[in-house]
């Protein structure tokens, strides 16, 4: 069967629709952009399966939309999974109502989705056209976690669950033994408008008055002036305990460097925002919009340390713990570093949380919900 994902800028979505659907003599195209395409030739080098049709470098998004149409039409496609992020929801409307092919539509956000309000001006007409694409859609991908929210803010479409991230157990082959220093990742972008470090450094800041046999790594791109005050403060907390015991990135890291990190933590703390503003609607992390943190402790069965409001998977609550402000969390991280076997408890949790979103397991259901390939 042939397999069609186009247009996404949501690299890691597309691994998982490769590992799912990449099987069994299926061939998948990737209709996307440079940037991606590069990205895909690293990590899915040698991959003869998959064929890449990708925009010009200058070539303007709807332009490269409309020429795929009459080769999509007629390419033999079972499936078609579109990942639309970015602001061309007029351009996306006008290449969706053309194509013939049995079409699922990835969200990522719901709110901005699910009948977004016409009401402001200046998001009138992406709200319109979102709303005009939901309506092409029979099928929509998203989390299982969302699956209420999208009922109650009153989705009609099909739904199907596919995360954006699968389980491998050969990360835990490759994870360090749970004994000092013990090491905290915290990941995500140092952005004001999304995360809040503050929290997380005034923690440290209390735990390095107590303990120093602990590491930290912000893994994440500080953004604009926050992450500059972010990194100084980190940088002063350093001075405080006479070694870097915190750790930085400047530059933007690379896929394997976080891969080696995270694997390499024994928990992660995700100091996430309750909410943000995306083409004018507010989203939710947690209700409405995924948190990349809520994907890594899938992945990697480590367990998660989440703000009290945060809405987690009900599957992972015997892996994850929760706190509301600096004291909360500083309590916990002394708790993990005077009892480790705590970590290793929780450790041994996230495994089992994980094993429910193998490949083979998301496989199956996915399988067994999905309409059946268009035929041609």
């Given amino acids: 069967m042939k397999i069609a994902i186009v247009d996404t800028d949501h690299y890691f979505y597309i691994y998982s629709l490769v590992t799912l659907f990449g099987i069994d003599g299926n061939e998948i195209t990737i209709y996307t952009t440079p940037k991606i395409h590069s990205r895909c030739l690293d990590d899915l080098a040698g991959r003869t399966d998959i064929k890449y049709v990708v925009r010009g470098e200058n070539e303007p998004w709807g332009d490269f939309l409309q020429k795929q149409v009459e080769p999509i039409n007629t390419a033999g496609y079972g499936y078609v999974f579109l990942c639309p992020i970015y602001n061309f929801y007029k351009e996306h409307y006008h290449f969706i109502k053309?194509?013939?092919?049995?079409?699922?539509?990835?969200?990522?956000?719901?709110?901005?989705?699910?009948?977004?309000?016409?009401?402001?001006?200046?998001?009138?007409?992406?709200?319109?056209?979102?709303?005009?694409?939901?309506?092409?859609?029979?099928?929509?991908?998203?989390?299982?976690?969302?699956?209420?929210?999208?009922?109650?803010?009153?989705?009609?479409?099909?739904?199907?669950?596919?995360?954006?991230?699968?389980?491998?157990?050969?990360?835990?082959?490759?994870?360090?033994?749970?004994?000092?220093?013990?090491?905290?990742?915290?990941?995500?972008?140092?952005?004001?408008?999304?995360?809040?470090?503050?929290?997380?450094?005034?923690?440290?800041?209390?735990?390095?008055?107590?303990?120093?046999?602990?590491?930290?790594?912000?893994?994440?791109?500080?953004?604009?002036?926050?992450?500059?005050?972010?990194?100084?403060?980190?940088?002063?907390?350093?001075?405080?305990?006479?070694?870097?015991?915190?750790?930085?990135?400047?530059?933007?890291?690379?896929?394997?460097?976080?891969?080696?990190?995270?694997?390499?933590?024994?928990?992660?703390?995700?100091?996430?925002?309750?909410?943000?503003?995306?083409?004018?609607?507010?989203?939710?992390?947690?209700?409405?919009?995924?948190?990349?943190?809520?994907?890594?402790?899938?992945?990697?069965?480590?367990?998660?340390?989440?703000?009290?409001?945060?809405?987690?998977n009900k599957r992972f609550d015997s892996s994850t713990l929760r706190y509301k402000n600096e004291n909360d969390l500083s309590t916990i991280i002394l708790d993990f570093l005077d009892h480790p076997e705590k970590i290793q408890k929780l450790r041994d949790n996230a495994v089992q949380n994980s094993s429910y979103y193998t490949v083979n397991n998301v496989r199956s259901r996915i399988l067994k919900t999905i309409p059946p390939p268009k035929k041609y």
Avoid at 139 to 159: M, Y
Avoid at 170 to 188: A, D, L, Q
Avoid at 202 to 218: G, P, Q, W
């Fill in 98 to 312: 053309r194509l013939t092919t049995l079409n699922i539509l990835v969200v990522f956000n719901l709110n901005g989705w699910v009948n977004p309000p016409l009401t402001k001006l200046k998001w009138f007409w992406p709200s319109y056209y979102k709303r005009k694409i939901l309506k092409l859609m029979k099928w929509i991908a998203i989390d299982e976690h969302f699956h209420d929210h999208a009922i109650k803010l009153g989705c009609r479409n099909n739904i199907l669950h596919i995360p954006s991230l699968l389980y491998d157990p050969e990360y835990v082959s490759k994870r360090p033994p749970v004994k000092p220093p013990i090491k905290i990742i915290v990941p995500g972008s140092i952005h004001k408008e999304r995360r809040d470090y503050e929290t997380v450094l005034a923690a440290m800041e209390i735990v390095l008055s107590k303990r120093k046999d602990f590491e930290v790594v912000l893994l994440g791109d500080p953004i604009g002036e926050y992450g500059k005050q972010i990194h100084k403060k980190a940088e002063e907390l350093n001075k405080t305990c006479g070694r870097p015991f915190i750790q930085t990135y400047t530059n933007e890291y690379n896929d394997a460097e976080f891969l080696r990190q995270i694997v390499l933590g024994h928990f992660l703390i995700a100091p996430v925002l309750p909410e943000f503003e995306l083409d004018g609607i507010t989203e939710v992390y947690g209700t409405s919009k995924s948190t990349g943190s809520c994907f890594d402790i899938l992945a990697y069965a480590i367990p998660g340390v989440f703000p009290s409001w945060l809405s987690v």
